[in-house]
C-alpha cells in the first residue's frame, strides 16, 4: 500500500525558511511526479510545483508565487520528496499537501500525505 | 497561466437530485488534461476524473465528466448524503498546473 508521509511543519518568522519532507513507502519516488499542494486557511487549493520522474528528466517546475523562494527535489536513496522554503511571507501559511497519481492498469490512484501546517507570523 | 473559473460558489440540492458544477478555462486546456477532486471538511483531496471524462480507482458511476477545449462539467447524476463536499477543477496540460476555486456542494 502507498503512503505519502509529511513532516517538517511549524511556525516561522517572516523571511525565515523551513524544510518539508515528504516520505513515501509502497511506491520508488524517482519513478512518478511528485507535487507539492498548499491550502491557506478555509481557502481553495493551490498548486506550488512539482519535480517529475526520473525517465521524463527528473526537473522541477514551481509556481510563480513561490519561485525563486521554494526548491523542490528528490533524494532518491532516502525516498524522500522535499520542500525548501526560503524568505518566507505570511501568504506561505498553509497545510502543504505532498501529492502523486500512480497508475495501475492505465487508470490513475492519486496518494496524498496528511498535510504539514506551516504558519508564518512574527 | 491558465485561470480556472468555477460555479456556481455553493450548491444546495435535495438527495436524488442531479448536481451540475462548471469549470471554465481562459484558455483551452491540452489534450483535455483535466481533473476533478472532492474535499471533504479535514480531509485530504479525492481525484474522481481524469482526463475531463474518465473516473479514477473506486469512484463510483454517478459522477461524471465531460467537456472540452475551454469549458468543462462535472455532473453528479443523484446526490448522495455523503457528496457534501467542495470540489476543485484542476488543469494539468500546462505549467504552471493550476486550481479552480472550487464548488460547494450542500445536501439539504
Known amino acids: 500500500e502507498v503512503q505519502l508521509v509529511e513532516s517538517g511543519g511549524g511556525l516561522v518568522k517572516p523571511g525565515g525558511s523551513l524544510r518539508l519532507s515528504c516520505t513515501a513507502s509502497g511506491l520508488t519516488l524517482s519513478t512518478t511526479y511528485m507535487t507539492w499542494i498548499r491550502q491557506a486557511p478555509g481557502k481553495g487549493l493551490e498548486w506550488v510545483g512539482r519535480?517529475?520522474?526520473?525517465?521524463?528528466?527528473?526537473?522541477?517546475d514551481s509556481a510563480a508565487a513561490v519561485k525563486g523562494r521554494f526548491t523542490i527535489s528528490r533524494d532518491d536513496s532516502k525516498n524522500t520528496l522535499y520542500l525548501q522554503m526560503d524568505s518566507l511571507k505570511t501568504e506561505d501559511t498553509a497545510v502543504y499537501y505532498c501529492n502523486t497519481w500512480v497508475e495501475v492498469a492505465g487508470v490513475p490512484a492519486d496518494y496524498w500525505g496528511q498535510g504539514t501546517p506551516v504558519t508564518v507570523s512574527s | 497561466e491558465i485561470v480556472l473559473t468555477q460555479s456556481p460558489g455553493t450548491l444546495s440540492l435535495s438527495p436524488g437530485e442531479r448536481a451540475t458544477l462548471s469549470c471554465r478555462a481562459s484558455q483551452s486546456v491540452s489534450s483535455s488534461y483535466l481533473a476533478w477532486y472532492q474535499q471533504k471538511p479535514g480531509q485530504s483531496p479525492r481525484l474522481l476524473i481524469y482526463d475531463a471524462s474518465s473516473r479514477a480507482t473506486g469512484i463510483p458511476d454517478r459522477f461524471t465528466g465531460s467537456g472540452s477545449g475551454t469549458d468543462f462539467t462535472l455532473t453528479i447524476s443523484s446526490l448522495e448524503p455523503e457528496d457534501s463536499a467542495v470540489y476543485y477543477c484542476q488543469q494539468y496540460g500546462s505549467s504552471p498546473l493550476t486550481f479552480g476555486g472550487g464548488t460547494k456542494v450542500e445536501i439539504k
Open positions: 519535480v517529475k520522474s526520473k525517465i521524463d528528466g527528473g526537473t522541477a
